[in-house]
C-alpha cells in the first residue's frame, strides 16, 4: 500500500492559480498512475486529472482542460496539480490516488474505482 499525503490548498481569487502538491511514501512510487479528484459539498467526487507512471500520458476531465496541468516527479515521489484561471466551480476538496493504469484510459476517462490508495484531502477554495 501506497500513502498519500496532500498539501497546498487554501483560499484563491477567481482567475489566480494555485498548485496542489501529493507526497507519497511506502511503496514504488514509479510503478503507479496517479490522478487527482476533487468532491463539492453535496456532489459526487470527480475525476479531474491523472499521469502515468513516466509522466508521457495525461488525461483531464473537459471541465478543467488547458487551466490544470497534471505532473509527477518520481525522483521526489510526488505528483502536483498547477491550477490556473481559477473559478469559483473549482472550490472543491482535492484528493490525491495511485492505481495501474488502465488501457481502457485510451477509451474512457480514469474512474474513481481504478484507483486504490487516497490521500486525506486538501480543500481549495476560490473566491468571486
Known amino acids: 500500500q501506497v500513502q498519500l499525503v496532500e498539501s497546498g490548498g487554501g483560499l484563491v481569487q477567481t482567475g489566480g492559480s494555485l498548485r496542489v502538491s501529493c507526497a507519497t511514501s511506502?511503496?514504488?512510487?514509479?510503478?503507479?498512475?496517479m490522478g487527482w479528484f476533487r468532491q463539492a459539498p453535496g456532489k459526487e467526487r470527480e475525476f479531474v486529472a491523472a499521469i502515468n507512471w513516466s509522466g508521457g500520458t495525461t488525461y483531464y476531465a473537459d471541465s478543467v482542460k488547458v487551466r490544470f496541468t497534471i505532473s509527477r516527479d518520481n525522483a521526489k515521489n510526488t505528483v502536483y496539480l498547477q491550477m490556473n484561471s481559477l473559478k469559483p466551480e473549482d472550490t472543491a476538496v482535492y484528493y490525491c490516488?495511485?492505481?495501474?493504469?488502465?488501457?481502457?484510459?485510451?477509451?474512457?476517462?480514469?474512474?474513481?474505482?481504478?484507483?486504490?490508495?487516497w490521500g486525506q484531502g486538501t480543500q481549495v477554495t476560490v473566491s468571486s
Open positions: 490516488a495511485a492505481g495501474s493504469h488502465k488501457p481502457v484510459w485510451s477509451l474512457r476517462l480514469p474512474r474513481r474505482a481504478d484507483f486504490g490508495s
Open positions: 511506502g511503496r514504488t512510487f514509479s510503478n503507479y498512475a
